[in-house]
Structure formats: structure tokens, C-alpha cells
């Protein structure tokens, strides 16, 4: 599990969830999953280079469980 803010990990750390120390190291497993606020927030962490989408494992699925505007939906599904 990955979180812009690390303490927001710490309960899920407890439980035995690997912590990722990256957005990159996050995206290495077959199915990643988003929970973020806004498109602001999606474009973040998502887009730039080195980050969710570019860095992402070879075949990664990623749900995205964010409400976004049909702009962004069509810029993430063309650059996964």
C-alpha cells in the first residue's frame, strides 16, 4: 500500500500489508487500485513520469474508484 501522506498506512502496515515506499513500487502487482479525490489528485500521482501508469508491472489492471471527468478517463485509458 502506497499514500501521498506515509502515515495513512501505518493501520494497514499492522495488519500485514507490504508498505511501498513509491507510487512505482506500488504499481508492481497484477491489479492496482485508486482511490483518489479529484483529477487533480489522479494526475499526480498517476501521470507523470516514473509514476502509477508509466512504472506500472506489464499487463497491471488498475481500478480506479474515483470520480473523474470523461477527459481524464479517456487520457488514463490511452496512456495504459
Same mark, same amino acid.
Request: charged share 15%; proline share 2%.
Given at each position: &500500500?502506497?499514500?501521498?501522506? @506515509? =502515515?495513512? !498506512? $501505518?493501520? *494497514? ?6 508498505? #511501498? &515506499?513509491?507510487?512505482?513500487? @506500488? =504499481?508492481? !502487482? $497484477?491489479? *492496482? ?6 483529477? #487533480? ?10 509514476? *502509477? ?18 477527459? *481524464? ?8
Amino acid at each position: &500500500a502506497w499514500n501521498r501522506t @506515509a =502515515s495513512r !498506512v $501505518d493501520a *494497514l502496515a499492522a495488519d500485514g500489508v507490504q508498505r #511501498a &515506499a513509491t507510487p512505482a513500487a @506500488a =504499481s508492481q !502487482v $497484477d491489479v *492496482l487500485i485508486t482511490m483518489l479525490s479529484d483529477d #487533480a489528485s489522479i494526475e499526480e500521482v498517476l501521470l507523470p513520469q516514473g509514476r *502509477l501508469v508509466s512504472a506500472g508491472a506489464a499487463g497491471l489492471v488498475h481500478l480506479c474508484m474515483s470520480t473523474i471527468s470523461d477527459s *481524464l478517463a479517456n487520457r488514463l485509458a490511452a496512456a495504459h
